[in-house]
């Protein structure tokens, strides 16, 4: 069971002129199951809606709810969240320079569990997970994204999300600058994840090219802070087809 639940959310950063607006009231569930896509423009504030559940310290909520089964993820550590059972692929993801693959896997599966994972199977699980993503096991011993190719930050994303097994996940561009077979491959991934008992995903992407390897059940466009609309899949289509000008006028 996992549902994640955003109420009119309400998020600003601080700027030199003082705090600057970024999402104007965001209200979206995902219930059991569900894969929801979020799709805008440049600068329409999807990366931050991701990074404010997830807790990004950066990021200051102004208003609004964001609950996880009912609990209230807002006030939680990004700890407790990950805990509670939130994972976040972020669009850049982040190097962490002297700590391996295989060490930072292990931490964050044992902080999740609350126990470390038996470290045979572990090792057998790591080395699965990556080779399903077509990373060679050397990967494994290499610092965290350093000297990734930006194709092999997001195939490595997958291969801890598989790994971690999280009820929600919210993918931030998963797709962006992936060829067609890395695509496919962190497609699949998605999809075996997705294929487990009442997982939630939350994808945002700026091209619909993705939502034909992962179909989504709901499409929300996401303009200058705001839903702008929704729909079913057959949305992505139609913004395949018109772009999202419409949105952009109607706005001025
Ligand atoms: P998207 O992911 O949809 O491209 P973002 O969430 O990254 O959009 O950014 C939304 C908006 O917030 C952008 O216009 C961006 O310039 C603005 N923004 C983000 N951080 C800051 C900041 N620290 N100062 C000013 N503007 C910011
Ligand atoms: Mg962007
Ligand atoms: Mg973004």
Same mark, same amino acid.
């Given at each position: 069971m996992s549902t994640l639940e955003i109420k009119d959310l309400k998020v600003s950063v601080s700027t030199d002129d003082g705090p600057?607006?970024?999402l104007k009231g965001v209200t979206l569930t995902i219930k059991d199951g569900?894969?929801?896509?979020?799709m805008g423009p440049n600068g329409s504030?999807?990366?931050? /809606?991701?990074y404010s559940i997830a807790g990004h310290p950066k990021y200051d909520i102004t208003g609004g709810s964001v609950t996880l089964d009912g609990q209230d993820v807002l006030a939680m550590s990004v700890d407790? %969240?990950?805990r509670a059972g939130l994972f976040l692929a972020m669009q850049y993801p982040v190097e962490v320079p002297g700590v391996s693959v295989t060490?930072?896997?292990?931490?964050?599966?044992?902080?999740?569990? $609350?126990? =470390?994972?038996? /470290? %045979?199977?572990?090792?057998?699980?790591v080395n699965a997970a990556m080779s399903r993503m077509n990373l060679?096991?050397? *990967?494994?011993? %290499?610092?965290?994204?350093?000297? *990734?190719?930006?194709?092999?930050?997001k195939r490595h994303?997958?291969?801890? /999300?598989e790994l971690l097994d999280p009820k929600v996940a919210i993918l931030d561009e998963t797709d962006s600058g992936l060829d067609i077979d890395a695509l496919k491959v962190v497609s699949e991934g998605v999809n075996r994840f997705r294929g487990g008992e009442g997982k939630g995903v939350l994808l945002i992407t700026h091209y619909t090219r993705i939502l034909r390897y992962i179909q989504p059940d709901f499409v929300h466009v996401f303009v200058d802070g705001k839903i =702008?609309?929704? $729909? $079913?899949?057959?949305l992505a289509d139609q913004l395949e087809a018109e772009g999202y000008d419409k949105y952009l006028t109607a706005k001025v």
């Open positions: 600057k607006e970024i569900e894969t929801h896509a979020i504030g999807k990366s931050t /809606l991701a407790e %969240r990950a060490n930072f896997m292990r931490t964050a599966k044992t902080a999740i569990d $609350g126990e =470390a994972p038996k /470290l %045979r199977t572990w090792v057998k699980d060679d096991s050397t *990967f494994t011993q %290499r610092s965290v994204n350093e000297g *990734f190719s930006g194709g092999e930050k994303e997958i291969a801890q /999300l =702008a609309e929704q $729909g $079913g899949a057959e």
